[in-house]
């Protein structure tokens, strides 16, 4: 089992930046990716962003830019950069981490309790 606890979110106004941290325990070597989704009332879940152990990151073309996925040097800790936010950046944002083989093939085994973003001013 992995646990995934998340922290950082908030409100904050356009243009505004926040950090969101997922830090990773328990059995981690059964991980290869780690990454966030996010939903927004009304809207489907979408992939924010990913970064894989051997550093491969994906972005969503909506946050291109934007937001920057990261790790610390023992890859517990990962971190969802955002920056320029803007209102339609506003949503739950959940922590995952799973199994990698490809970008089309990424098995999502573990979630955190999930962080509120709120763009707004």
């Known amino acids: 089992q992995v646990q995934l606890v998340e922290s950082g979110g908030g409100l904050v106004q356009p243009g505004g930046s926040l950090r969101l941290s997922c830090a990773a325990s328990?059995?981690?070597?059964?991980?290869?990716?780690m990454g966030w989704y996010r939903q927004a009332p009304g809207k489907q879940r979408e992939l924010v962003a990913a970064?894989?152990?051997?550093?491969?990151?994906n972005y969503a073309d909506s946050v291109k830019g934007r937001f920057t996925i990261s790790r610390d040097n023992a890859q517990n800790t990962k971190y969802l950069q955002m920056n320029s936010l803007k209102p339609e950046d506003t949503a739950v944002y959940y922590c995952f981490a799973g199994r990698f083989t490809s970008w089309s093939r990424v098995q999502y085994d573990y979630w955190g309790q999930g962080t509120q973003v709120t763009v707004s001013s």
């Open positions: 328990g059995s981690i070597f059964s991980i290869n990716i």
């Open positions: 970064i894989t152990s051997g550093g491969s990151t």
